[in-house]
């Protein structure tokens, strides 16, 4: 079982900047796919960016975000970022880190792919 723990959400203003952190601990293999979602109120998961280990550190970025956020990782620290640029009001949501060894094409993935899951953080955008 993979524990993941995530931090460094918060208010910022529009054009401002954030990186939210998932740090894994526990049984830790080194082929995954990690994935960041998010969950606005009153609005559904959507996968925000993934990236996968079994394809040579392939990425997916959802349309909106693409050209301001970026998802690095740290093997050595067994944590994958969420870099997030040129922030937005309509970027606010809750964002949540998920991790799993399941394959599929990266833009397919749903929440129900993920098998470990972070506590989830708050970032909000003020225009």
């Known amino acids: 079982q993979v524990q993941l723990v995530e931090s460094g959400g918060g208010l910022v203003q529009a054009g401002g900047s954030l990186r939210l952190s998932c740090a894994a601990s526990?049984?830790?293999?080194?082929?995954?796919?990690g994935g960041w979602f998010r969950q606005a109120p009153g609005k559904e998961s959507e996968l925000v960016t993934a990236i996968s280990s079994w394809s040579g550190d392939a990425t997916y970025y959802t349309d909106s975000v693409k050209g301001r956020f970026t998802i690095p990782r740290d093997n050595a620290k067994s944590t994958v970022y969420l870099q997030m640029n040129s922030l937005r009001p309509e970027d606010t949501a809750v964002y949540y880190c998920a991790l799993t060894r399941r394959l599929r094409s990266l833009r397919d993935y749903v929440p129900a792919d993920f098998g470990s899951w972070g506590q989830g953080t708050q970032v909000t955008v003020s225009s």
């Open positions: 526990g049984s830790i293999v080194s082929m995954y796919v």
